[in-house]
C-alpha cells in the first residue's frame, strides 16, 4: 500500500524498541488517581483509547519519583503501596496489547508541588521544594533542597524506572521541562545557588546528567530513555534556544530521544500549550534548530494536528518524532486515518482548553468535540442494535449537536434523517468562518456532515422540522437539536442599519466600518473584538458587567483577556442605553452618559433557547429529547455530548 504521508508511517528504533510510527501520544495526567497516587481504571481507559488508535507510544503522565519532597497528587510507582505495581502492570498492558509501545513520565514538580489538586488550600500546606530558596509568585515559600536529599531524588529516579520496567512500561521519559524540578536546575530563572548544582551551565545541567544516568543504570543500556526539555522558557530570566541547544548537547550522550517543548510553569501557558491565538507548530523551530546540533532523534510538539503539516515536519527533517496531546483528545483515531488514508475523517482539536479547563475543576476530562474523552471506560465503540429494534429517527437541526447526534444513531444502525431549516449546516458554528483564529472550529462541520453522511445520514437543507413532517416520516425518535438565536432586546437604535448581530457578522463583513463598539463582553463578543482589531479597526467593547467573558474557560479566559488588551480600548461597568450614527450612548455607575464612539456597532448580548420550536415539537413522537443550546443556552460541549447520548439513548 501506498502511504497518503510515509514518513508520518515510517516506523523509528530507539535503542532496541521499534515504533510502529513517527506519531506519538504525549503526557496526559490521568483522572481517577487514587489517594496513594495509584492509576485507576478510568485512566487506564484513557491510555489504552490512544494505544487502539495506533499511536505509536503512548505517555503516562506524571509519575512523580520522591514523594517526600513532592506531595503532587499525582501518580506513584511504589512497591509498598498496595496496587502500585500492579495498576501500572494493567496500564502498560494495556496500551502493548494494541502495538503501541508504552512509556511512563517520571517527573518530580519541585517547588511547584500540588499543582493540579483541585483544593490549593492542600497544595499551600505542602512542603515546597526547590533548587534555591524562594517565595512563589503566591506567596508560598520554598526551600532549597540539600545535596543529600538531591542524591535521595537521583536515586528513587532510579529506583522507580525499575520498577516502571518490571511493570512493561518500555520506553521512559524524563521531565525536565516546563517549569518543573529539572528544569528549575536547568533555568538561570530558578537557580541561584552557589554549589556545584548552580551557577555555570555545566553545573546546572548536573542534576538532569545525574538522573539520566541513575535511570540508564537501573534499566540498562539498550532501554530508551527520552528526555523532555524546553527548548527556550520565553520569559525575562530564563534561558533562550541558543542556552536550549547547549542543554541538549549536554544530555545526548545518555539519552535515546530528545523531546523539545517550549516554556516554564504559569508564565507561558499559551506557550507550551499553543492556544489558537498561536500558529499550529509554533515551536518546532526550537526542535529544529536542537536537531541540527545533536546526533540523536528529536521530538517536537506544540498545537500540531494536521498530518500534512506533520509530514513536512519529519520529510524535511525538522524532527524524527511528532508528539501530540489534545489533537489525541479530539480524535484518538488520528494515527491510524493518517495511516488508512482517511485523513478527511480527522476531528480536529479547537485548542478551546476545555479539556484542561475541566480538569482544574472537577478533576476530570472533557473534550468539546469527542464525548468520549473522561468516560473511555464506559467503552469506546457504538455498539449496533439488534435489526428488531432499528428505528427511524428524525434529528432537528444542523449543529454541531445535532450531526453528531444522527452520526452516533446512524452508527448504531437506525434509519436516520437530518433536517436543517437553512440553506446550509453548522448552526452557531458558521458565524465562525470570519475569525481566522477559530477556522477549526467552522471546518467541524464540514467534519461532522463527511462522517454523518458516510454513516448512512440522510441530510436535508431548507427544511424545517414541524409536528406534522415528523409524523409524515413516521419518526419513532426526534431529537430536538433547533439551538438558539441572538438576544437582541428592545434598546433604542438597535435594530439600525449600523448594527450588526455578531452572528451574522460572517455575512456583513463589508459592512463594518473602521471604527467599531462591540456591544456586549462576553466570549463571543469578546473574541469578534480581537479579531476586528487584528484586522487593524479601531475596536471599543461596552460590557454591563465589571469583567469580561465570564462565560471562558478558566484557561482560555487569561489568553483572551490578553488578547483583549493588545487590540481593544474596553469599557466594563456601562450599560448600553440607545444606539446612534456615533456610537452607543451608555450609562456609568453614577448613572452619567457616555458615547463610546463607532460607525458600526456588533450586536454580541447573548443568546435565548428557541423555546417555542422545542415546545411545538416536544410530543411529536415517542421519544423526543432535546439537546444543545435548545435545551439550555450552554457550550457545543455539551450540545455534542448530550447529542451522542441521545443516540445511545434510542
Not at 422540522?465 to 430536538?480: M, N, S
Not at 480600548?569 to 442605553?577: A, F, M, P, R
Request: proline share 5%.
Amino acid at each position: 500500500m501506498r502511504r497518503k504521508y510515509p514518513n508520518l508511517c515510517k516506523p523509528i528504533t530507539l535503542g532496541r524498541t521499534t515504533f510502529r510510527n513517527r506519531m506519538f501520544s504525549a503526557p496526559m495526567g490521568g483522572t481517577d488517581i487514587t489517594n496513594d497516587g495509584c492509576i485507576g481504571p478510568k485512566s487506564t481507559a484513557f491510555y489504552e483509547l490512544r494505544a487502539k488508535g495506533v499511536a505509536g507510544a503512548v505517555t503516562v503522565s506524571e509519575c512523580m519519583v520522591h514523594p517526600q519532597t513532592d506531595g503532587s497528587h499525582a501518580y506513584h510507582l511504589d512497591e509498598s503501596i498496595l496496587n502500585s505495581l500492579a495498576c501500572a502492570t494493567y496500564t502498560a498492558d494495556a496500551i502493548r496489547r494494541h502495538g503501541a509501545i508504552p512509556s511512563l513520565e517520571l517527573s518530580h514538580s519541585g517547588m511547584f508541588a500540588g499543582t493540579y489538586m483541585t483544593d490549593k488550600s492542600r497544595q499551600h500546606g505542602l512542603n515546597q521544594w526547590g533548587p534555591s530558596d524562594a517565595v512563589r509568585a503566591d506567596g508560598v515559600a520554598v526551600r532549597a533542597l540539600s545535596q543529600e536529599q538531591i542524591a535521595d531524588i537521583v536515586r528513587a529516579y532510579g529506583h522507580v524506572a525499575g520498577l516502571a520496567k518490571r511493570a512493561g512500561f518500555e520506553m521512559l521519559m524524563i521531565h525536565g521541562g516546563h517549569g518543573w524540578l529539572i528544569n528549575q536546575f536547568l533555568s538561570p530563572l530558578f537557580n541561584h545557588r552557589t554549589d556545584e548544582y548552580g551557577g555555570s551551565l555545566e553545573n546546572r545541567c548536573r542534576l538532569a546528567v545525574e538522573v539520566v544516568k541513575s535511570v540508564r543504570e537501573a534499566v540498562g543500556p539498550f532501554f530508551p530513555i527520552e528526555f523532555r526539555m524546553s527548548g527556550a522558557e520565553f520569559c525575562e530570566g530564563g534561558y533562550d534556544l541558543a542556552e536550549g541547544v547547549r542543554i541538549a548537547q549536554a544530555i545526548e550522550p545518555y539519552v535515546d530521544l530528545i523531546h523539545v517543548s517550549a516554556g516554564t510553569y504559569q508564565k507561558t501557558f499559551g506557550i507550551t500549550h499553543p492556544s489558537m491565538f498561536e500558529a499550529h507548530g509554533r515551536n518546532v523551530y526550537l526542535a529544529a534548530e536542537i536537531k541540527r546540533h545533536v546526533s540523536k532523534p528529536v521530538a517536537t510538539i506544540g498545537g500540531l494536528n494536521d498530518p500534512e503539516q506533520m509530514e513536512k515536519i519529519v520529510a524535511s527533517g525538522q524532527a524524527d518524532v511528532v508528539y501530540m496531546a489534545r489533537a489525541l483528545l479530539a480524535d484518538p483515531f488520528l494515527p491510524r486515518k493518517v495511516t488508512e488514508g482517511r485523513d478527511d475523517e480527522i476531528v480536529r482539536c479547537l485548542r478551546c482548553f476545555t479539556c484542561m479547563a475541566e480538569r482544574a475543576a472537577t478533576s476530570t476530562r472533557r473534550c468539546t468535540v469527542n464525548p468520549l474523552i473522561g468516560r473511555e471506560s464506559e467503552g469506546d465503540e457504538v455498539v449496533p442494535v439488534p435489526e428488531s429494534r432499528r428505528k427511524r429517527v428524525l434529528v432537528a437541526g444542523g449543529g454541531p449537536g445535532g450531526l453528531y447526534a444522527a452520526y452516533t444513531a446512524a452508527r448504531r444502525g437506525h434509519d436516520v434523517l437530518l433536517c436543517e431549516k437553512e440553506n446550509e449546516l453548522g448552526g452557531i458554528l458558521k458565524s465562525e468562518r470570519a475569525l481566522p483564529f477559530k477556522h477549526e472550529m467552522y471546518e467541524l462541520t464540514g467534519t461532522y456532515e463527511r462522517l454523518a453522511r458516510r454513516a448512512g445520514v440522510q441530510i436535508r437543507l431548507n427544511c424545517e422540522v414541524t409536528p406534522e413532517l415528523v409524523e409524515a416520516e413516521g419518526a419513532d425518535a426526534l431529537i430536538v437539536a433547533v439551538g438558539s438565536s441572538p438576544l437582541v432586546p428592545p434598546i433604542p437604535g438597535l435594530d439600525g442599519d449600523n448594527v450588526v448581530v455578531v452572528n451574522d457578522y460572517y455575512k456583513n463583513v463589508d459592512r463594518v466600518s473602521d471604527d467599531v463598539v462591540v456591544f456586549g463582553g462576553g466570549l463571543a463578543g469578546c473574541e469578534c473584538a480581537i479579531h476586528l482589531g487584528q484586522e487593524g479597526k479601531r475596536v471599543h467593547l461596552v460590557e454591563m458587567r465589571d469583567e469580561l467573558a465570564p462565560d471562558a474557560n478558566v484557561r482560555h479566559r487569561p489568553l483572551l483577556l490578553r488578547e483583549v488588551e493588545k487590540y481593544v480600548t474596553v469599557h466594563t461597568g456601562y450599560k448600553g442605553l440607545r444606539v446612534t450614527d456615533e456610537g452607543v450612548v451608555c450609562a456609568d455607575a453614577s448613572g452619567a452618559e457616555h458615547l463610546v464612539p463607532g460607525t458600526t456597532v456588533i450586536c454580541a448580548l447573548g443568546q435565548r433557547s428557541r423555546t417555542d420550536v422545542v415546545e411545538a415539537l416536544r410530543d411529536s413522537a415517542p421519544f423526543v429529547r432535546v439537546i444543545g443550546d435548545a435545551a439550555r443556552v450552554s457550550t457545543i460541549t455539551n450540545a455534542v455530548y448530550w447529542g451522542y447520548h441521545a443516540a445511545l439513548d434510542i
